[in-house]
């Protein structure tokens, strides 16, 4: 079976060996037929994806040039197969998907089947949840978006990153593992400092470490951060948190507090 990785360095596995395409005009071809995910990508939006606004003249037959070079790098893949994987259409190009591993579109369906569990197994989804995160090895194509097609599919995978995480840190604070868990929140909100789920959680693990001082730093660098930056003032459910802290309120000790204030906001906005 081939299953290609794109969660760090865009690879490709098979019979036990790793392969990287060469061509970087054949590398984005490849990333944006891949998070298109079986689907047929037009001939326009691959012309984008590779040349921008730049596309040279004859862009037609240069497009088919590196269609017919990847269709061969796919075939040293899967040596003695009919056919090809790279399918040309008369609009456009589809990579077919079928027996064909992809880490991310795996990550995708695993964090939605986390989600989708019952709250009262924190265990299994934490062990699921950790379990997927190792899949990511870097930024998504290694940091190599590619156009407008790969630089929207590698911030939706991010996204469904930090959702990951912040369902992980949730099910931890649960099973009342914050203190556990304080270097990696320190670390999430160091890399994403404008994101206030993760500061809400860093909040409520320190103080539940007994570090109501560092707690309260960390909701004024966020207060600040969100006005500097953006002109805003923090969320209703980040300012709750605070409050809840100064007022040392009992609530706060509760394993699922975090989860009772965001169903509690969402009650209330609905």
């Known amino acids: 079976m081939v299953r290609f990785e794109?969660?760090?360095?865009?690879?490709?596995?098979a019979t036990h060996t790793t392969f990287r395409v060469r061509g970087g005009f054949q590398r984005v071809l490849l990333q944006a037929l891949l998070v298109s995910e079986g689907r047929v990508v037009p001939v326009d939006?691959?012309?984008?994806?590779?040349w921008n606004d730049h596309a040279p003249e004859g862009v037609a037959n240069a497009l088919q040039a590196h269609v017919s070079r990847l269709r061969r790098w796919l075939q040293t893949l899967e040596p003695g197969t009919?056919?090809?994987?790279?399918?040309?259409?008369?609009?456009?190009?589809?990579?077919?998907m079928d027996g064909v591993g992809l880490d991310a579109a795996d990550f995708v369906a695993a964090v939605r089947r986390a989600a989708g569990l019952k709250a009262d197994q924190p265990v299994q989804v934490a062990c699921l949840l950790r379990t997927v995160l190792g899949l990511w090895h870097g930024p998504v194509f290694g940091g190599s978006g590619g156009g407008p097609l790969c630089q929207a599919a590698a911030a939706r995978y991010e996204e469904y990153r930090l959702q990951a995480l912040e369902l992980l840190f949730d099910v931890q604070m649960d099973t009342g593992q914050?203190?556990?868990?304080?270097?990696?929140?320190?670390?999430?909100?160091?890399?994403?400092?404008?994101?206030?789920?993760?500061c809400q959680q860093l909040m409520v693990a320190l103080y539940r470490s007994g570090r109501q001082a560092e707690a309260l730093n960390v909701y004024q660098q966020m207060r600040r951060r969100?006005?500097?930056?953006?002109?805003?003032?923090?969320?209703?459910p980040l300012r709750t948190v605070e409050r809840a802290i100064l007022g040392h309120d009992p609530a706060l000790q509760n394993l699922r507090y975090l989860r009772l204030r965001e169903g509690a906001a969402k009650a209330f906005s609905g």
Do not use: M, W
């Not at 939006?45 to 590779?50: A, D, G, T, Y």
């Not at 914050?178 to 993760?198: D, M, W, Y």
């Open 6 to 13: 794109i969660l760090g360095v865009l690879q490709a596995r």
């Open 45 to 50: 939006s691959l012309v984008r994806e590779i």
């Open 82 to 96: 009919d056919g090809s994987r790279l399918v040309g259409y008369h609009n456009g190009y589809q990579l077919v």
């Open 178 to 198: 914050h203190a556990q868990i304080l270097g990696e929140l320190h670390e999430v909100c160091t890399s994403n400092p404008l994101r206030e789920k993760f």
């Open 226 to 236: 969100l006005a500097d930056e953006l002109g805003l003032e923090p969320s209703p």
